[in-house]
């Protein structure tokens, strides 16, 4: 085993150049959710420069796309993902472009290994992550119907670590349709900008009833465009999490009856939609253990998050409902830059951006490998997997439809209506 993976860490070792080039070319050309063609086109061609054709686009996704490698015989299915958007004004101060290089060279590595090996190995593009939820419609369109575990990295600063866990989350819009009206004879308009003003005071009026982990942070995207016009079009956006996928619904069902009482009183019709449900993450400690291993044995120490911390939210979280994952952080930066910034961008293209890459690219490799020849690791992940993801998700997927497919309200799009909001049951 040990020999197995020193000559997979040979082979990614020989993929350096065009590796770092690939991530250099991501970096070099940041595109937002479901825009990714040249990025998406980077991996492509890297895969084929290899020898190795994938399918794109994968699951109706223009820029996802998969790959497979087969082993010798039958045996467990291993997914790889790869994410490649970037974020607005930034770029990629996410550093997905690592995580998409890392991603590639992991695979790559694993080419000549998978003749000696029972199972079948993939890459999947992963589109849209900021925002988009391209894991989400990946999961809708059958893209992991095959699949027994997923694996993946993800930049950070500070301490690399394992077991990191996520919050549920959701981009909510809400727009006032309103008449307008010269501000001399203001009674001749609706102010769609007071109704706005309303929703937020009633919003911060209600904060105090919903859970303490939940968040709302919202801003103002239209409300007028002169001083002396009655505005008559309203919009903002928030951003929402919670806990676990039913808190969020509980906050968005609070937002609904703020935004519908605002409506009453200015009588500006309101539109209500928001984008896909990201869920709380489960990762997987058995496969994360395995990867912490391996990654000590490359030199880089990892930790156990602390406990108390505030996490983000990934698309990721919906597809450790449906089978084990683990989605673990390496340092490519001191603590105190921050994600989502220039500083972060950065650093995902510096010496040490380059190094993780590269060590990533090993470390994924290596936990593949454990997966598909430790029947015992095996085995435990999915027992663990199936012991901490709640009765909910797994009862609603088994009921009148496969297994296979998640709950309908896991990664669901859908727009309030007059008719109100459904809780979950």
């Excluded at 084929?48 to 039958?74: H, M, N, W």
């Excluded at 996520?166 to 819009?173: I, K, N, P, Q, S």
């Excluded at 349709?177 to 003003?197: D, E, M, T, Y």
């Excluded at 969020?248 to 984008?275: D, F, G, Q, T, Y």
Aim: hydrophobic content about 40%.
């Amino acid at each position: 085993m040990e020999e197995m993976k020193k000559r997979i860490g040979d082979d990614i070792d020989r993929l350096r150049d065009p590796l770092l080039k690939l991530s250099s070319d991501i970096h070099s050309h940041p595109e937002l959710a479901y825009q990714e063609r040249q990025s998406a086109g980077f991996i492509v061609d890297a895969l084929r420069a290899q020898g190795i054709e994938a399918r794109v686009p994968y699951c109706g996704l223009a820029t996802s796309f998969r790959a497979d490698l087969e082993g010798s015989r039958k045996g467990p299915h291993v997914a790889i993902l790869a994410e490649y958007d970037a974020l607005p004004e930034c770029g990629h101060g996410c550093g997905h472009n690592i995580i998409a290089t890392s991603a590639v060279g992991a695979f790559l590595g694993m080419k000549n290994a998978m003749s000696a090996i029972g199972g079948k190995l993939s890459l999947i593009g992963t589109p849209g992550e900021e925002g988009g939820g391209g894991k989400i419609a990946l999961l809708e369109g059958g893209g992991f119907d095959d699949i027994d575990f997923a694996l993946m990295i993800h930049p950070k600063s500070g301490p690399s670590i394992i077991g990191r866990s996520g919050r549920a989350a959701t981009h909510l819009f809400v727009s006032y349709q309103g008449i307008a009206a010269h501000s001399s004879n203001p009674s001749k308009g609706v102010n769609a900008l007071s109704a706005l003003r309303i929703l937020f005071t009633l919003i911060d009026v209600m904060r105090p009833t919903l859970p303490p982990s939940s968040n709302i942070n919202g801003v103002i995207t239209k409300a007028g465009t002169v001083g002396n016009i009655i505005p008559d079009r309203g919009e903002c956006e928030f951003s929402v999490r919670a806990n676990t996928l039913k808190e969020l619904e509980e906050v968005i069902a609070v937002i609904e009856r703020c935004a519908k009482a605002a409506e009453m009183v200015v009588s500006a019709p309101a539109e209500i939609h928001w984008n896909k449900l990201y869920a709380e993450r489960y990762p997987s400690i058995p496969l994360g253990e395995a990867f912490k291993k391996n990654m000590e044995s490359l030199g880089e120490t990892m930790e156990y998050p602390d406990p108390a911390e505030q996490v983000g939210s990934s698309d990721i979280g919906n597809v450790s409902i449906k089978i084990p994952v683990i989605h673990e952080y390496l340092s490519i930066a001191e603590e105190g830059v921050r994600a989502h910034s220039k500083e972060f961008a950065q650093a995902a293209i510096s010496a040490r951006g380059n190094e993780v890459c590269v060590k990533g690219a090993k470390g994924l490799a290596m936990t593949a490998l454990d997966i598909f020849t430790d029947e015992s690791l095996r085995e435990k992940s999915m027992a663990y997997h199936h012991a901490q993801v709640p009765e909910i998700y797994t009862k609603k997927a088994s009921n009148q439809q496969p297994r296979s497919k998640l709950p309908r309200y896991v990664g669901s799009t859908r727009k309030l209506s007059k008719a109100g909001f459904i809780p979950l049951q």
